[in-house]
């Protein structure tokens, strides 16, 4: 009996299927002890319509037909008097209705024991989705009966008859009122657990219903209680939280931008600003084995004119901007969605482009190099969505002729929109002359100066007082130690088409004073404005007249605080639209490097304070970032290019960064010959548990070119494991097992003749000379236990990550499902948004897009290549994409778009990927295949690449006290 169980064990199908029998046989013992058989009858659609005050509830249930059940519910209501607001809509199983069938009706037995064998194997076999039910809640005015039309997923038309008071039992408003708002809740906190694009909109309907109905629960306690729940915060409970925050902070993330507007939102926020602002300083120490400085006059001159705080992206030459610029344009002015599926597009370098007026025209375009020696982006942040300090500073072979061209276009800008109020000004500043071309709004804020053969073109006053303060003597970047280091590890000789800086002093400007406070009130400033324009929309909506923000108050569509702010700053209405009477209108603020603090309230300074004294403790040095990329045409393969990455933090410490940056062993030179039929495979050098016995070992996964299970057939626990099971991988460990041991215990089952175990779950092991490897598939295992070995190599990489080209492999329909599906839900994501926005604020079809694409601050887009477009009327309808398949609207199990390619795979053909991290720094180092169309006026070099084994050896050679060749 023991050996009948240890084989099921190990055959994971027949147990399924005999624990299914048993279920199946005593399910069939107790139907057939019953007296009577029951059959399952959906509950019929049910509505009705509260009323109370301010509003009444309704409430909606409709079953979902059968074929919809496993669609992706879209539902929205309308009415035709618009009486109805802020609906939600759910979905949930069906309670089925029990009905018994009489005995003399049916056959005795009926075959039902094999009937639900073969449904209960079926069923482990195809998804097969339970039967649903939707539930729509909503608010309402007014006693006549309500004409409701529901579109999307189901359509449905209803007349729901208000009901009378007298009618409506004590305590069931209540009732209906409290579903209603935990449903409301429930649904909000979800969308922003999930990455909405709008948090304000979330925040801003919760609280300001929560207030005017003086609601029990409210959204900031579920997001609370979420956010310590989440397993990323349990994560990371090692990693300083005040080291998280202030990158949150800096990097603009969503979660620190939820906070903040929690506290706008919150009781006895504090708004008196009445201390001094507090000073921040990191002494930088100079670590052993820095680069020895060498002398000014051999680093490109474009350096010797930044001041050392402003990042430095250089791109050499003209020509290599216009390759970078176009590599963006192929994919929506956005370069992050060449790998990523973003539903909203930044547009950046428009963006850029529109602020500087420094668009390159075709005439540009062809004399660029001729007039333009060397240009780098510079700045002091990168906030190009809110309002950047951000410039472009080009070094002249022509100065004339530079300056004559952006003189002549600058003027053809102003008279252009000298509709638009649009100015060319001339400033004096530091006793230079300085063009200043603007408009009210400061979407075109562009300063213009020059000095020798640089022409310095920024949206920041306080850049160009820098700039010439370097040219009358401050020390510039070149001067400083860092930066020499940095050119010691990428000289300019290299001729690097991208080269980029973020020095300790820019690090150092972003954890400011001026930057830390400034970015908690910009936040602050953009939630504001949010909120101000939600009100107003809410207002209409609701046709309660209210046109200024005290107006608003009164109405209690904003708080009755609302106004009180630490900066001083307030919201007013002008041309129609509302803007911070200190920073301008959204998405156009003035630069943070522009605006001076003066007092700051107890709540800024304990913030700060607390930010500064973890940084002053822990990180008395800031480590500089280095980026460089060098292009190289292979000469045997038309259009394809090879491109060369460098990126290092040095000098670095790792103990800044806690466990993050000790998972990592220390540097070896032990590296895996893995299979050639490897599709792709990573290795990675682990740190030993210290007293666990676990020592330092390779832990390594294998993918070979094999077609994965679908990702619809993963849905579940069961699904999930047998797709589990048909993954074409391996992974292994040398020379202990490590983490193997961890993953799969062994078991002290005993190996056949070719030294393999097979153990629980149907995983096989085998053991040899060191090595540990484990997959599902024995013949893969098999393969990988002949040719598995360890090497000497020049390079002390801890992860080694090698990508095939995915073009035409037996992967890419797999990679291709899987894109796409991420990318359906990005685009059901956007329409959900559009209708979430038209519902709660009744905006017209075609002013929502616009509205809701000015509070982001971006494009919302089709990340698979539809438009989003409103399907319907102008008295109801929905938001829908034109690349939505006709039938199977299911992220999950939706069919692959005809002709749909990832959008990688296109101009990706491969490459390798390697991590040093050394005692005093930390490398990464790429070799990627390009492929892309040929641009004659930013072809690529012609030169020979490096080799792989001497390029990723670099790392060793520059911290190891040898100099690379």
């Known amino acids: 009996m023991l050996l009948r169980i240890q084989a099921m064990v190990r055959n994971p199908n027949l147990l399924v299927i005999v624990l299914t029998c048993w279920s199946v046989f005593c399910s069939q013992i107790a139907g057939n002890a019953a007296a009577q058989e029951v059959r399952a009858v959906a509950p019929p659609m049910h509505f009705e319509a509260v009323p109370g005050e301010p509003f009444g509830v309704g409430t909606l249930q409709i079953p979902l037909p059968a074929p919809l059940v496993s669609e992706a519910l879209r539902v929205t209501i309308f009415e035709a008097n618009n009486r109805v607001f802020y609906p939600v809509s759910t979905t949930q199983a069906v309670e089925l209705e029990l009905k018994p069938t009489p005995p003399s009706n049916r056959r005795v037995g009926q075959g039902r024991l094999v009937q639900r064998l073969r449904e209960s194997i079926k069923e482990m076999r195809d998804f097969r989705a339970d039967p649903r039910v ?98 990323s915060n349990r994560f990371l409970a090692d990693f300083d939280s005040r080291l998280i925050d202030a990158m949150k902070l800096v990097g603009g993330m969503q979660d620190e931008r939820i906070k903040m507007m929690q506290g706008m939102l919150g009781p006895n926020r504090d708004y008196q600003a009445q201390f001094d602002v507090p000073t921040f300083k990191i002494v930088d120490e100079p670590t052993e084995g820095a680069a020895k400085t060498k002398p000014v006059d051999t680093i490109e001159p ?19 901007y216009l390759w970078f610029q176009s590599m963006g344009d192929r994919h929506g002015g956005d370069i992050a969605q060449m790998v990523t599926l973003r539903g909203v597009s930044f547009n950046s370098t428009e963006k850029i482009e529109r602020l500087l007026n420094t668009k390159m025209t075709a005439i540009a375009k062809l004399f660029g190099d001729s007039v333009i020696e060397d240009m780098a982006v510079v700045g002091r942040d990168l906030y190009l969505q809110e309002g950047p300090s951000i410039g472009v500073l080009f070094r002249a072979k022509n100065r004339l002729l530079l300056m004559s061209s952006f003189q002549s276009e600058r003027s053809a800008e102003q008279k252009r929109l000298a509709s638009a109020g649009a100015k060319l000004d001339k400033l004096e500043i ?50 400083t130690t860092s930066f020499l280091a ?14 980029a800086y973020f020095s300790p002093e820019f690090l150092r400007g972003l954890l400011s004073p001026q930057y830390q406070i400034e970015l908690r009130r910009r936040t602050q400033a953009q939630a504001a404005l949010d909120m101000v324009e939600m009100a107003d929309w809410a207002a209409k909506s609701e046709g309660i007249q209210a046109k200024s923000v005290e107006e608003l ?39 943070i490097a522009d605006i001076e603090l003066a007092k700051i309230s107890r709540s800024e300074k304990s913030q700060y304070e607390t930010t500064v004294d973890y ?72 740190q030993g548990v210290p007293g666990s016995g676990t020592p330092n070992h390779q832990f390594f996964v294998g993918i070979k070119d094999m077609m994965p299970p ?39 089952i005993g190996r056949d003749a070719s030294g393999l175990t097979r153990m629980f779950l149907g995983v096989w092991r085998w053991e040899g000379d060191g090595f540990s490897l484990l997959s599902f598939d024995r013949s893969i295992i098999e393969n990988a236990a002949g040719i598995v070995r360890p090497e000497q190599v020049d390079d002390y990489a801890q992860i080694r990550l090698s990508v095939n080209d995915m073009a035409g492999s037996q992967m890419e329909p797999w990679l291709n499902r899987f894109w796409y599906r991420r990318g359906l839900a990005g685009s059901l994501g956007n329409a959900e948004y559009l209708n979430f926005a038209q519902q709660q604020f009744h905006l017209e ?26 399907l319907g009327d102008a008295k109801a309808g929905e938001w829908v994409s034109t690349a939505w398949p006709a039938e199977g609207l299911n992220p999950e199990t939706a069919a692959l778009a005809e002709g749909y390619r990832a959008p990688w795979i296109d101009w990706c053909r491969g490459g390798r990927v390697h991590l040093s991290q050394l005692p005093n720094s930390l490398a990464v180092l790429g070799i990627i295949e390009l492929e892309q169309p040929p641009q004659v006026d930013a072809a690529a070099p012609t030169g020979d690449a490096p080799s792989a084994s001497s390029f990723f050896s670099l790392p060793l050679q520059m911290f190891s006290g040898n100099k690379k060749k």
């Open 134 to 231: 939707v539930t729509i809640r909503f608010l309402f005015r007014g006693n006549e009966p309500l004409k409701l039309q529901v579109v999307g997923t189901l359509t449905q038309t209803v007349e729901v008859k208000v009901a009378d008071k007298s009618e409506v039992p004590a305590g069931y408003y209540g009732e209906s009122l409290a579903m209603w708002w935990d449903e409301y809740l429930n649904y909000n906190q979800r969308t922003l657990s999930d990455g909405h694009l709008q948090p304000s909109a979330a925040l801003y309907l919760c609280d300001m219903l929560q207030r005017r109905m003086q609601l029990k629960s409210s959204l900031s306690q579920k997001l609370d209680e979420a956010r310590k729940a989440a397993p």
């Open 302 to 320: 474009l350096a010797n004119h930044i001041p050392p705080e402003w990042l430095y992206i250089r791109f050499g030459s003209f020509s290599n």
């Open 430 to 479: 530091r006793g230079r002359e300085v063009s200043f071309l603007h408009t009210p709004d400061l979407r075109l804020r562009s300063y213009m100066v020059a000095e020798g053969s640089q022409v310095l073109i920024t949206s920041s006053r306080a850049m160009v007082e820098r700039f010439l303060d370097v040219a009358d003597g401050a020390t510039p970047l070149s001067g």
């Open 486 to 499: 940095a050119r010691e590890l990428l000289p300019a000789q290299n001729q690097y088409s991208i080269f």
């Open 553 to 591: 108050i009164a109405a209690q569509l904003l708080p009755a605080d609302f106004m009180q702010r630490s900066d001083g700053a307030m919201v007013i209405l002008e041309d129609g639209q509302w803007r911070d009477t200190l920073r301008g209108f959204r998405g156009s603020f003035l630069p």
């Open 615 to 686: 940084f002053q403790t822990n990180w008395q040095q800031l480590d500089p970032i280095i980026f460089g990329l060098r292009r190289f045409a292979r000469k045997d393969i038309p259009n394809r290019e090879q491109l060369i990455l460098e990126a290092y933090v040095a000098p670095f410490q790792s103990d800044k960064y806690g466990w993050v940056a000790q998972v990592l062993g220390p540097p070896s030179p032990d590296s895996i010959v893995l299979p050639s039929d490897d599709i792709a495979n990573i290795q990675l050098f682990l």
């Open 710 to 748: 679908d990702p619809a057939e993963t849905k579940g626990l069961l699904r999930s494991f047998l797709a589990l099971q048909a993954m074409p991988a391996y992974v292994g460990a040398w020379p202990a097992p490590g983490l193997l041991d961890i993953l799969f215990p062994q078991a002290r």
């Open 845 to 870: 079809p075609t002013a929502v897009r616009v509205a809701t694409e000015e509070m982001i601050g971006a494009k919302l887009q089709c990340p698979v290549g539809g438009e989003l477009k409103w």
